[in-house]
């Protein structure tokens, strides 16, 4: 069964530092792994996804993401951080073999970033 | 949320009452998805469709009913509401089975 897992609820970083948010995941087929930021009494935006090529992903607003398929792992990182990323972040998983295209969500990172 | 809107955006309701949530896309996409998002839960997929009248569930598709006449519109209805589906509700389209989905605004609903 495919999963996602967030292993933090809250990241606090300072502006100006960088930032990286965890996401490890589970599919019995090749990952199709997605990135959304959801900001405050809003939907969801897309900010990056691994299909396959090259591991460093980059994508909107200056996030980039790393593919490690032996650690399983899909963390969102930025260099510096700005205090307009404060957001809730979404990691997802889509199995590449699967015929519906479900994607199955993290629980979500509530990133703060502070002056 | 260009190109895809989500009515009502808030709704009250009492317990045991129908109520259908909307979907409305202008992207002319095939893919769509009806998720609701709960604290600790991230999103979860209720329904989807892959054309019209083409449906299917989810993971968490109980007490929820879909349909899609149009291209456009995807309809979500709680056949008798509880207030185990008080939740944010999220409409999603892609225009292929692997390609990125893109959400709606969503709609607050409240089941007293």
């Known amino acids: 069964a495919q999963s996602v897992a967030q292993p933090e609820d809250q990241v606090n970083v300072a502006e100006g530092n960088p930032l990286t948010v965890k996401c490890t995941y589970s599919?019995?087929?090749?990952?199709?792994l997605f990135w959304y930021v959801q900001y405050p009494n809003r939907g969801l935006q897309f900010l990056l996804k691994?299909?396959?090529?090259?591991?460093l992903v980059k994508g909107s607003y200056g996030f980039e993401a790393e593919f490690n398929k032996s650690q399983t792992s899909f963390h969102l990182k930025k260099p510096s951080a700005l205090v307009s990323d404060s957001a809730l972040y979404f990691c997802?998983?889509?199995?590449?073999?699967?015929?519906?295209?479900?994607?199955?969500f993290g629980q979500g990172t509530t990133l703060q970033v502070k002056p | 949320d260009a190109g895809i809107t989500q009515s009502p955006r808030h709704k009250v309701t009492e317990t045991g009452t129908p109520v259908t949530l909307r979907c409305h896309q202008t992207?002319?996409?095939?893919?769509m998805y009806w998720y609701r998002q709960d604290p600790g839960h991230g999103l979860r997929l209720i329904h989807y469709?892959?054309?019209?009248?083409?449906?299917d569930k989810g993971e968490v598709s109980d007490g929820y009913s879909v349909s899609r006449s149009k291209t456009e519109d995807f309809l979500l209805t709680l056949e008798s509401a509880t207030s185990s589906q008080t939740s944010v509700y999220f409409c999603?389209?892609?225009?292929?089975?692997?390609?990125?989905?893109?959400f709606g605004p969503g709609t607050r609903l409240t089941v007293l």
């Open positions: 997802a998983v889509r199995d590449g073999s699967s015929n519906t295209g479900k994607l199955i």
């Open positions: 469709s892959y054309g019209v009248k083409d449906t």
């Open positions: 999603a389209i892609s225009g292929a089975r692997t390609d990125t989905q893109y």
């Open positions: 599919v019995s087929g090749n990952p199709y």
């Open positions: 691994y299909i396959t090529g090259d591991n």
């Open positions: 992207e002319n996409h095939r893919y």
